[in-house]
């Protein structure tokens, strides 16, 4: 079975796998077709746009995101906290920690508490994709195991920077890492940090690029 997995922009993206469309965190990039699946990390409206959801569900579409965004999201909706796992269309999709330990708004207050947002582990045709959602390098990130593909945010400011998105990608081990969220931050010291120090291959998309991911790699 060969995926296919597109960035949108942002920490937007599409994938297709076994006939089903998935999309993560609706926000940039085009949505002219409709989902099967939607997962959405956490509420901030540059991850849940709502106006993008109503244009890609249809009566069957799956919503699965943290209790925090439930709300404002209408549909069927499963709600998954981390830890949480579920299945739909024979696609498992697992809730794990996102959040932020060093980027404050304010003293003690993290632009995403732990429990506030997720990432994703989405199985799909034998492959492990990871979303990490709005994340620092956090320690449960080294309990991943078996991660075909990783996204990874590495802008900054909000999230994981290049030096420590390539830690985490390390401490991940994924075959393949895709950084996003990048803002204006040259993903290229990401690749050439991971690349350098590890068997990872580091694929860099453009918004609206597509890649596939086969049996044993990505093309």
């Not at 890609?56 to 830890?83: F, M, Q, Y």
Request: proline letters at 6%; one cysteine or more.
């Amino acid at each position: 079975m060969s995926i296919f997995v597109k960035w949108l922009g942002h920490a937007s993206f599409q994938i297709k796998a076994d006939g089903k469309n998935i999309y993560i965190d609706p926000y940039e990039g085009e949505y002219k077709e409709k989902a099967d699946l939607v997962l959405v990390t956490h509420s901030h409206f540059d991850h849940c746009d709502v106006s993008k959801i109503k244009k890609i569900v249809k009566e069957d579409t799956v919503i699965i995101c943290p209790s925090d965004c439930a709300s404002k999201i209408k549909g069927n909706v499963r709600v998954l906290e981390p830890g949480g796992k579920t299945e739909v269309n024979n696609i498992t999709i697992e809730a794990v920690h996102a959040y932020n330990y060093k980027r404050f708004r304010s003293p003690g207050n993290p632009f995403h508490p732990k429990g506030f947002g997720v990432g994703y582990v989405v199985t799909v045709g034998g492959k492990r994709i990871y979303h990490a959602g709005d994340t620092d390098f956090i320690p449960e990130m080294k309990d991943l195991k078996n991660i075909s593909l990783a996204l990874l945010p590495s802008g900054g400011t909000y999230t994981m920077d290049n030096p420590e998105a390539a830690e985490a990608a390390l401490a991940i081990n994924p075959e393949i890492a895709i950084p996003m969220h990048r803002w204006s931050s040259s993903p290229e010291a990401f690749r050439k940090k991971v690349e350098s120090s590890s068997d990872i291959k580091v694929v860099i998309l453009e918004p609206g690029e597509e890649y596939e991911l086969n049996e044993t790699n990505l093309i």
